[in-house]
Nanobody
Framework: QVQLVESGGGSVQAGGSLRLSCAFS????????MAWFRQAPGKERDFVSAIASSGRDREYAVSVKGRFTISRDNDKNMVYLQMDNLDPEDTAVYYC?????????????????WGRGIQVTVSS
């Protein structure tokens, strides 16, 4: 059974930085593509970023490219999202997700395992 637990959220002013972490428990972390999604109030849950099981390939949403960086540590079963130059539009609940397979998946339906989410609030 895979479980995902996010940490590192909070409140920050515009232009600031936060680093989200996701702890993966279960077997075979290095066989999973890992991703971050986010959901703002009244909106759909949107793709933010994903990293392949090998760590070699990454994808980003256009809105975060150049500001956010996804990484993973396959020895520690952890995935991270470094968020820089944050904007109030980045305010949302951020979810960690896992999808078994070697590719990078950007569709929400590709992900079977989800964390409970963590709040990120950016004030102007």
């Amino acid at each position: 059974q895979v479980q995902l637990v996010e940490s590192g959220g909070g409140s920050v002013q515009a232009g600031g930085s936060l680093r989200l972490s996701c702890a993966f428990s279960g077997r075979g972390f290095d066989a999973y593509c890992m991703a971050w999604f986010r959901q703002a109030p009244g909106k759909e849950r949107d793709f933010v970023s994903a990293i392949a099981s090998s760590g070699r390939d990454r994808e980003y949403a256009v809105s975060v490219k150049g500001r956010f960086t996804i990484s993973r540590d396959n020895d520690k079963n952890m995935v991270y999202l470094q968020m820089d130059n944050l904007d109030p539009e980045d305010t949302a609940v951020y979810y960690c997700a896992a999808s078994w397979g070697p590719l990078v998946y950007t569709g929400r339906n590709a992900y079977f395992y989800w964390g409970r989410g963590i709040q990120v609030t950016v004030s102007s």
